[in-house]
């Protein structure tokens, strides 16, 4: 009985002496030991004094199309002579049933995700703050489709009028007449120019996005199982929009169809966010090397909007005219952004971590009918538009 009553005396000794060194280990940084040894070698022996680290990321992001309903190509073609008189149309007449083929709304999915990544390298002072670049890219979204002399259910038409496709481009130079002889019956050239009596025209749209910024975060709050950064710092931040449409044009017999019988209209815009972001970063310990991570950022930018439109042939290097529109305008881009995610400590030198992120930008401008038909003066509207970035983020954080 007494061996038994001195047995339990020590393992009570034992229990007291190790408590100052669990407490300390749950308390010092506000988070568990790791459970486990990383066999490579990182992290210091004082971490205290702070040092290299780099993390990178796997993105997922639903970036919203701009674009809006504008029609761009129909079924028929325009006769320009009075070589079909005799069949009831006059010059200036349009042949065909005019149903509508290609619109611009069609270049929509608002499901789509697209994937990217981040990647940053950073510095973490002796008194808990740190300095930190990074770079965010994600791929484009694409989106594209069209049309062709053969549509759905073979329902060309009696006279074959649905064969053929009509955008209603004007003040066309000659070089964009196209390859003669495209309807039986009509003359050479009595159906003009490269989007007239198209046998296919195809349209695509392009977005992408990307982001540099530096920032410097340091504590606000830093309690046991509570943490608040401040962050400030410059930021880039640029969207790319591009709108093609490609015409491809053939005689009746079949002929044609090379660079010089293509017609190509482009419109491109840049936004470029020069600026400066500021915000607040939270971690709320939750047991287990696990923490709840909230974000909330806002940045202000200056945009510099570069606009080009552009008319060609696919013989780029033939010497043929074109046709461009430049234009630089200026706006000023409030930015909104924040995430909440979870991360997991498993060591104290390696950070792993999921959240949920938006982005939301007031003010950059956009064509949401990207088409200007006149060839003379291209110059589409442009709007001020709201874009926004929704999406996922998956990545790790290794302190050397």
Same mark, same amino acid.
């Given at each position: 009985?007494?061996?038994?009553?001195?047995?339990?005396?020590?393992?009570?000794?034992?229990?007291?002496?190790?408590?100052?060194?669990?407490?300390?280990?749950?308390?010092?940084?506000?988070?568990?030991?790791?459970?486990?040894?990383?066999?490579?070698?990182?992290?210091?022996?004082?971490?205290?004094?702070?040092?290299?680290?780099?993390?990178?990321?796997?993105?997922?992001?639903?970036?919203?199309?701009?674009?809006?309903?504008?029609?761009? /190509?129909?079924?028929?073609?325009?006769?320009?002579?009075?070589?079909?008189?005799?069949?009831?149309?006059?010059?200036?007449?349009?042949?065909?049933?005019?149903?509508?083929?290609?619109?611009?709304?069609?270049?929509?999915?608002?499901?789509?995700?697209?994937?990217?990544?981040?990647?940053?390298?950073?510095?973490?002072?002796?008194?808990?703050?740190?300095?930190?670049?990074?770079?965010?890219?994600?791929?484009? =979204?694409?989106?594209?489709?069209?049309?062709?002399?053969?549509?759905?259910?073979?329902?060309?038409?009696?006279?074959?009028?649905?064969?053929?496709?009509?955008?209603?481009?004007?003040?066309?130079?000659?070089?964009?007449?196209?390859?003669?002889?495209?309807?039986?019956?009509?003359?050479?050239?009595?159906?003009?120019?490269?989007?007239?009596? /198209?046998?296919?025209?195809?349209?695509?749209?392009?977005?992408?996005?990307?982001?540099?910024?530096?920032?410097?975060?340091?504590?606000?709050?830093?309690?046991?199982?509570?943490?608040?950064?401040?962050?400030?710092?410059?930021?880039?931040?640029?969207?790319?929009?591009?709108?093609?449409?490609?015409?491809?044009?053939?005689?009746?017999?079949?002929?044609?169809?090379?660079?010089?019988?293509?017609?190509?209209?482009?419109?491109?815009?840049?936004?470029?966010?020069?600026?400066?972001?500021?915000?607040?970063?939270?971690?709320?310990?939750?047991?287990?090397?696990?923490?709840?991570?909230?974000?909330?950022? /806002?940045? =202000?930018?200056?945009?510099?909007?570069?606009?080009?439109?552009?008319?060609?042939?696919?013989?780029?290097?033939?010497?043929?005219?074109?046709?461009?529109?430049?234009?630089?305008?200026?706006?000023?881009?409030?930015?909104?952004?924040?995430?909440?995610?979870?991360?997991?400590?498993?060591?104290?030198?390696?950070?792993?971590? /999921?959240? =949920?992120?938006?982005?939301?930008?007031?003010?950059?401008?956009?064509?949401?009918?990207?088409?200007?038909?006149?060839?003379?003066?291209?110059?589409?509207?442009?709007?001020?538009?709201?874009?926004?970035?929704?999406?996922?983020?998956?990545?790790?954080?290794?302190?050397?």
């Amino acid at each position: 009985m007494r061996a038994t009553k001195v047995r339990r005396a020590w393992w009570l000794v034992a229990m007291l002496a190790l408590m100052p060194s669990l407490a300390f280990g749950q308390g010092a940084d506000g988070y568990a030991p790791p459970s486990w040894q990383s066999p490579f070698p990182l992290g210091s022996t004082r971490p205290e004094e702070g040092g290299l680290f780099a993390f990178t990321q796997f993105n997922m992001y639903h970036i919203n199309n701009p674009l809006k309903r504008q029609t761009v /190509a129909v079924s028929g073609f325009r006769i320009l002579d009075n070589s079909l008189a005799g069949d009831g149309f006059l010059a200036g007449a349009f042949v065909g049933p005019g149903d509508e083929r290609l619109n611009t709304q069609q270049l929509r999915d608002d499901r789509a995700f697209v994937p990217g990544f981040t990647v940053g390298l950073g510095w973490k002072f002796r008194d808990g703050s740190s300095l930190e670049l990074s770079w965010m890219y994600l791929r484009d =979204a694409e989106y594209s489709n069209g049309a062709t002399l053969n549509p759905q259910y073979g329902l060309v038409g009696p006279d074959l009028a649905r064969t053929y496709l009509y955008a209603d481009f004007y003040n066309l130079p000659l070089e964009y007449s196209g390859p003669p002889n495209k309807v039986d019956g009509a003359s050479d050239f009595g159906v003009f120019g490269l989007w007239n009596g /198209a046998s296919i025209m195809t349209q695509e749209f392009r977005s992408r996005f990307q982001r540099y910024e530096l920032s410097y975060k340091w504590d606000v709050i830093d309690e046991e199982y509570f943490r608040m950064k401040g962050i400030i710092g410059p930021r880039f931040s640029w969207f790319w929009d591009g709108y093609r449409l490609r015409s491809v044009n053939y005689s009746a017999d079949g002929s044609g169809g090379g660079g010089i019988d293509q017609g190509q209209y482009s419109n491109v815009t840049s936004n470029r966010m020069y600026g400066i972001h500021a915000g607040v970063q939270c971690d709320q310990y939750l047991g287990h090397g696990f923490s709840c991570i909230t974000e909330g950022q /806002a940045a =202000a930018y200056m945009n510099i909007v570069k606009e080009r439109v552009k008319f060609e042939t696919g013989e780029r290097f033939g010497g043929l005219p074109e046709s461009k529109f430049s234009r630089t305008e200026f706006t000023f881009v409030p930015e909104l952004q924040g995430s909440i995610g979870l991360m997991w400590y498993p060591t104290e030198n390696l950070q792993i971590f /999921a959240k =949920a992120q938006g982005m939301i930008f007031f003010n950059t401008l956009t064509a949401p009918r990207p088409i200007s038909f006149d060839y003379l003066r291209p110059r589409p509207e442009y709007e001020s538009t709201i874009r926004t970035l929704l999406g996922m983020e998956f990545g790790a954080s290794i302190h050397f």
